[in-house]
């Protein structure tokens, strides 16, 4: 069924409203790769065992990682009326005195995580219900406290291989709204206003990118995301894509509309198959509701997207190496200029962005540049995501908003403890460790380039007083060495 107009989108809206909040107990297990590597898959199959052995009308279904993913594996109890609890470290032995009792408030009091009353998805807004006193709020924790959920938003809460779910929480209005009421040009510089800025490590605004692509004229664009994330230790771009795969179709469609492309790529490592299992399959829902491909949404707009699983290389996620990678070449980095605006994929205007960066296009263009770019600081608007991980209690993937200090990431999101913490890594290869002296220091572009580091794609790996920081550099230098592709002097014959 194709979407032709608001009706149809209404009635899948409301369709997906009744499997987020259906007549009956809903259980949502956390399948993200951090659930599944926790055991989630196995618990998952211990409750789908129950239920049919049983015959119990209760609604089961996959979410991707909301985040906490130290206490996974994750499990949503929604009962009509009362708050989403969240249990943590959920085993499958658990399982059938979970759905024994999913009814008693004394038994979730002692499994519960957090609650969440009601839940603000930026393009629409969900209301569970009230009650379970006891239990913290999810913004009480230390772990989500000063936490901003933009780009994360629907991230474990609705299921990834369910469009229906993403209609629900407003996905693909803002689509829908742009294709039949604002121009190009207005989407450009809505996009410009919210001061977002490269997430993939360069902080290049993305709104000038945009806007230098719209005014080339050609027979031919493309629009990329760049989904390689080659850092050893993040999982940001991943974890988004396999939560929330919608969320960047619907991006880059916008952005696909403003600079005039009609073909899409997402160029996403091989060593990734859940979150390109998930794609894929979000790409055909899209295309067969009208979402991708010939005139959507009856618009007379046509745009699609198609997937190139890379080799792994580490240079392949340099933007000109990417476009050889794509083309069937050796990975290799291009001269610049020409710029991929100018000539990029296959020697025609390319705009690529990494995954965060196109997912945060939705809800700017929704609630508009200016609300977003309140959220940072002056210069970089809006939140950055982080993989938070190392010598701390609370690891996970993080969202907070520009601006914030690494003292509170460390300390208060992460839980680390004073005495022991040593330094951050962050920015991956090409980024570096800050010392603890430097903690102060606020999380944006221009503060962390003055320590010499760069913010890169969201690793964040903390290091107490028992790792040693010459073995640190020694991984990176011999990580980049082999890594090279050799073309540079300085790289080839520096290491």
Sequence with gaps: MKITDPQILNNLKEKGLKKLLPGKPRIAVGMGNCGIGNGSQELYLAFSKILQKKKIDISLVKVGCFGFCSQEPLV??????????ILNKVLSKDAEKIINNIDKEEFLLKKSLCKIEKWDHLTSQIHYGEGFNEIPHWNEISFFKGQKKIVLRNCGLINPEDIEEYIAVGGY???????????????????????????????????????????????????????????????????????????????????????????????????????????????????????LGENILNSGFNFDIHIVESGGAF??????????????????????PPFP???????????????ETWC???????????????????????????SLVGKIENKGLIEVPLGTSLKTVVYNIGSGKSK?????EIGGPA???????????????????????????????????????VDVARFFVEFNASESCGKCVPCREGL
């Design 431 to 469: 980024g570096g460790c800050i010392p603890q002296k430097f903690f102060n220091t606020i999380l944006d572009y221009e503060s962390i380039a003055k320590l010499g580091v760069i913010l890169g794609s969201g690793e964040m790996v903390i290091m107490d007083k028992d790792d040693c920081m």
């Design 420 to 424: 022991n913490i040593k330094s951050v």
């Design 173 to 291: 209005s803002t689509l829908y709204n742009v294709l039949k009421g604002l121009t190009p040009e207005k989407v450009v510089e809505e996009v410009k206003n919210s001061k977002l800025r490269g997430r993939g490590g360069a902080g290049f605004p993305t709104g000038i990118k945009w806007e230098i692509m719209r005014k080339v004229v050609s027979d031919k664009k493309y629009i990329i995301c760049n989904a390689h994330e080659g850092d050893p230790g993040t999982f940001v771009n991943r974890s988004e894509i396999e939560s929330d795969p919608h969320m960047l179709l619907e991006g880059m469609a916008i952005g696909a509309f403003a600079v005039g492309a009609d073909e899409g790529i997402i160029y996403i490592h091989t060593e990734s198959p859940l979150p390109v299992e998930r794609l894929k399959n979000a790409i055909q829902q899209a295309k067969n509701y009208g979402l």
């Design 76 to 85: 949503n109890i929604y009962i009509p009326g009362k708050p989403l609890i």
């Design 360 to 386: 945060n296009v939705p809800v700017i263009v929704a609630k508009g540049g200016n609300w977003f770019a309140e959220i940072g600081t002056v210069n970089s608007g809006g939140t950055k995501v982080f």
């Design 341 to 355: 605006a100018q000539k990029g994929v296959y020697d025609k205007p390319t705009n690529i962005n990494n995954v």
């Design 315 to 336: 240079i392949c996620g340099e933007e000109t190496a990417l476009f050889e990678s794509i083309e069937g070449k050796i990975g290799k980095p291009r001269i610049k």
